[in-house]
Nanobody
């Protein structure tokens, strides 16, 4: 019933920018937060950034000052503007939606590739 549609991945040179978008649809209730994770080859999936329905923001230390997350709760969308990209940002980026309170459910997009060349 819940679908996450991601867009905006691609290839960019170091120092460039990309914008990722994620739109959630379906039977969505009690959104906790929406955000982005990423997974590079040989590494574990890690949180990049997330924003709660109340507007609380969280960023990974590695992207603070470079990435900006924003959301539109009415449309159940979340965007990630990535500036000053580095080769180490190369990964598959996954949209994440968490719903519920105390007991929660996670939904995931299919992933979009971001490649940053040196």
């Amino acid at each position: 019933q819940v679908q996450l549609v991601e867009s905006g991945g691609g290839l960019v040179q170091a120092g460039g920018s990309l914008r990722l978008s994620c739109a959630a649809s379906g039977s969505i209730f009690s959104i906790n937060y929406m955000g982005w994770y990423r997974q590079a080859p040989g590494k574990q999936r890690e949180l990049v950034a997330r924003v709660s329905s109340g507007g609380i923001l969280n960023y990974a230390d590695s992207v603070k000052g470079r990435f900006t997350i924003s959301r539109d709760n009415a449309k159940n969308t979340v965007n990630l503007v990535m500036n000053s990209l580095k080769p180490e940002d190369t990964a598959v980026y996954y949209c994440n939606l968490r719903t519920g309170n105390l007991v929660y459910s996670d939904y995931w997009g299919q992933g979009t590739q971001v490649t940053v060349s040196s």
